[in-house]
């Protein structure tokens, strides 16, 4: 691959740090390599069908058609209409992941963009991951624009697209320009706005031979067909009127009715955009080659430079104190390390955001999170066929950096003489297991090797080891997210090694106040041990983890010895009292105790510690949860009936059935525990033709009967122990 050495400093305003986001299969990877098409940094339009695009890098991607990794890729645009027609503007596209169990690649990639295309199926409307996907997209306030794609496919319904990202995403979407045509008679769309001297004018793709021949991306502008004359009228009064309801001033020239210029609309949209109050929607289909290019200027006009966002806010890792850099290239360096990935020419490359400030080649660098400095190598612009190094990244880039040794995902990069912590990315925890067993001592170390290499890339999955059974267990957010990680670790690190089935990740919690004694006194000869503490514990809400607090006055315990009591009370809450599952939901308070001049140790503390919370568990009522997952199938009607029935039978609570276009649609919450198989399940009732939607939803009790199995088969008694 080509590496082209430039040094350029790009204007702010002209930087757009966007990613696609979408529900699977509406169209996220074939919509990304047409912009990489017109955007000229690829040369032959990618199938994904062939498999053959430029952002699904491995292998099982490939494979499988779907994209787990977000690699950033820059690009160029200069759009032809609009606030910032004909100036030269940079894409950095961030690729996000379309498969549920990767939610947290999308959260990652959100955290590090400043807007976003949302690309609908117009054949399905809004499904049940856009909901997904907008919702978090919200949590990060990066403004979007929508992209109602598939227009060429049987049942597209743009208008009943943008009334369903109404009425389930509750998003302000409007029409932003209107197709000419529908299903196979698709091809073009009516630009509402239009010009000043002609108002909405038409956009008409020429007809190509074959979807992947480029040809076929050519346009031209035509008169608006007759018969949707009164309809271009009616959504372009209706654009306006919703522009101008967001600005005071053109409000007063729309209700005095002045005419109102359409770059002065289209700088008001843009507002309008970035405060989230309007979503404007557009129709095309990528896989036609129609409709992309007037997204791509949408792009441009409607979605925020690093200039729009406020300031940066992090902490001062020495004083805690809130800290602020301006977002400019002359502020201090702040710097946010959203992905590592492995490539196969240049070795570890760090993608990172530069919020403030210059990053520099070859500079040192201070990692704020890890306390380490860490040494810059090269820099690198991703383009999708070659990289350009730079000499350095301003506020506002995004680059990847060769070279980092200890920095993560996650972690903050600054000058050490003006640190800041920037707020780090949360990952959801793990809701499944496996257990992998090495076949030789040199499978167990590259084992070793490739999950450390791995969680590297990937800090959603978690590696445990079983010192008793030499059994490692790897815990994930799904079935496909483990089954992902197990195949690299197999053909990429030829790693042979028998693999256990998926388990469910259960937990434990009580479900009422008790209190323990803790004793751990020996004092027959030599020197004794002595830690003596009296605990209560007491449940906490769903979903708030655990807390430790020490009630302790008038020094019944010296202070020192509360961290070691803790710790054992960390420890047993690790390995689990009931079934061996990690407790959580609950508050630990150390309100008591004793101790002895001489024979106090933190070791005895730190025992008295377990057993402590051992004795207080016994009275506590201890169930296990488990996870429950929001399922949404879609089917044809035909199979509803099998499906529902099948759902039943696996303790599902069904929420809810609709019609959506051509399909119905089952909603319901299964326990991730009946879910084994489930996709290759409900393929095989309904001739292939169901398919289903699974994500995390929350953690519940688990029935007393089923209880009563996990425990048998942990080995633990059932009984609360010691
Ligand atoms: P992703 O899962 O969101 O990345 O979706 P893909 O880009 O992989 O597209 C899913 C499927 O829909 C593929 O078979 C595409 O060829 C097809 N597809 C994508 N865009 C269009 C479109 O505009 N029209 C039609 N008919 N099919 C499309």
Not at 286 to 314: T, W
Request: proline fraction near 4%; aromatic fraction near 6%.
């Amino acid at each position: 691959m080509a590496v082209t050495k430039t040094k350029r400093d790009y204007p702010l305003d002209r930087i757009r740090n966007i990613g696609i986001i979408a529900h699977i299969d509406a169209g996220k990877t074939t919509t990304t390599e047409r912009i990489l098409f017109y955007t000229g940094k690829t040369y032959k339009i990618g199938n994904i069908d062939e498999g053959t695009t430029t952002t699904d890098w491995m292998e099982q991607e490939k494979e499988r058609g779907i994209t787990i990794v977000s690699a950033a890729i820059t690009a160029s645009w200069t759009a032809k209409s609009g606030p910032f027609q004909d100036q030269e503007m940079r894409i950095n596209l961030i690729d996000t992941p379309g498969h549920v169990d990767f939610t947290v690649e999308v959260e990652r990639s959100l955290r590090v963009l400043d807007g976003g295309v949302i690309v609908l199926d117009a054949a399905s409307g809004v499904q049940s991951q856009t909901e997904t996907v907008w919702r978090q997209a919200n949590k990060y306030h990066v403004p979007l624009i929508a992209f109602a794609n598939k227009m060429d496919v049987v049942g597209a319904d743009f208008l009943g697209t943008i009334q369903s990202a109404r009425d389930r995403l509750g998003a302000n979407a409007i029409a932003y320009n209107l197709p000419i045509g529908a299903e196979t008679s698709f091809k073009g769309v009516v630009d509402l706005l239009g010009n000043d001297e002609k108002g909405a004018f038409a956009i008409v793709w020429e007809q190509s031979g074959s979807d992947f021949d480029p040809s076929g991306s050519k346009f031209n502008i035509t008169d608006i067909p007759e018969d949707m004359k009164i309809a271009v009228e009616e959504h372009r009064n209706k654009l306006i009127e919703e522009i101008c309801a967001t600005d005071e001033v053109l409000l007063e020239q729309f209700l005095n009715g002045k005419k109102i210029a359409v770059n002065d609309l289209k700088l008001a949209l843009r507002k309008a955009v970035i405060a989230e109050k309007i979503v404007p929607v557009m129709a095309g289909s990528s896989l036609r080659n129609k409709g992309v290019q007037p997204m791509l200027d949408n792009v441009v006009n409607f979605l925020p430079s690093p200039q729009d966002l406020p300031e940066i806010k992090g902490l001062d890792p020495k004083t805690q104190e809130e800290k602020i850099f301006q977002n400019v290239k002359d502020a201090p360096l702040g710097a946010l390390a959203f992905k590592i990935q492995v490539d196969p020419h240049v070795g570890r490359l760090t993608y990172v955001r530069v919020y403030s400030g210059i990053l520099k080649s070859g500079s040192y660098l201070y990692n704020s999170t890890k306390d380490v400095k860490e040494r810059v190598g090269r820099v690198l612009l991703m383009h999708a066929n070659d990289r350009e190094e730079i000499d350095e990244a301003f506020a506002g880039e995004i680059i990847a950096v060769v070279g980092l040794k200890d920095t993560v995902t996650g972690d903050t990069l600054c000058d050490d003489s003006n640190p800041i912590v920037l707020e780090s990315i949360t990952f959801a925890e793990p809701v499944i297991s496996l257990a992998i067993e090495p076949k030789t001592k040199s499978d167990q170390e590259k084992l070793a090797y490739s999950l450390q290499r791995l969680g590297e890339e990937d800090p959603t999955f978690r590696v445990k080891s079983n010192p008793e059974t030499g059994q490692t267990i790897i815990s994930g957010m799904g079935e496909l997210h483990l089954e992902i990680i197990v195949d690299r670790m197999k053909r990429e690190f030829k790693v042979e090694a028998n693999i256990g089935e998926p388990q469910v990740a259960y937990r434990e919690t009580i479900q009422k106040e008790a209190r323990g004694e803790g004793k751990y006194i020996r004092q027959t000869g030599g020197r004794g041990q002595y830690g003596h503490c009296l605990l209560r514990i007491e449940p906490l809400p769903r979903g708030q983890g655990r807390e430790f607090v020490s009630e302790v006055v008038g020094g019944a315990i010296p202070r020192e010895f509360i961290p070691a009591i803790e710790k054992g009370v960390i420890e047993k809450e690790d390995t689990g009292m009931l079934a061996g599952f990690p407790v959580t939901d609950i508050k630990v308070a150390v309100y008591d105790g004793s101790y002895h001049d001489v024979d106090s140790s933190e070791i005895a503390f730190k025992i008295a510690g377990s057993l402590g919370l051992s004795e207080a568990a016994k009275e506590a009522d201890m169930i296990l949860l488990e996870p429950i997952m929001k399922v949404e199938v879609t089917t044809p009607e035909e199979f509803m009936g099998d499906l529902i029935g099948d759902l039943s039978s696996k303790r599902a609570q069904i929420l809810g059935t609709e019609k959506r276009h051509n399909s119905s649609v089952i909603n319901a919450l299964v326990p991730l525990a009946e879910l084994g198989g489930y996709i290759t399940a409900i393929r095989s009732m309904s001739q292939g033709r169901a398919s289903a939607y699974i994500e995390p939803s929350h953690y519940e009790s688990v029935p007393s009967n089923i209880t009563q199995k996990i425990v048998a088969s942990s080995g633990f008694t059932g009984r609360v122990e010691h």
